[in-house]
């Protein structure tokens, strides 16, 4: 049996800390309760979508200093 050739890429362990996997999971319990609120100060309404509910969550992550990957650049043309 022919050996398997290895990919260029490679795992490098946990991408998301697990604190920040936590206040996603904040986020989206608060999603749930209708009290997760969008915008500046929460004017924005209320949250309805489950990605976006996602979104908040590691936005607040990032902001308290978790292990999270930086924010895909919108490439504009």
């Known amino acids: 049996m022919a050996a398997r050739k290895k990919s260029g890429k490679r795992k490098a362990g946990r991408r998301y800390s697990k604190g920040a996997g936590k ?24 949250v309805k979508s489950r990605k976006q509910a ?18 895909k650049s919108s490439k504009s043309s």
């Open 23 to 46: 206040t996603v999971a904040s986020a989206m319990r608060r999603k749930k309760h209708g009290t997760l609120r969008r915008g500046k100060k929460g004017h924005g309404g209320k």
């Open 54 to 71: 996602i979104a908040i969550g590691l936005s607040e992550a990032r902001k308290k200093g978790a292990k999270v990957p930086p924010k």
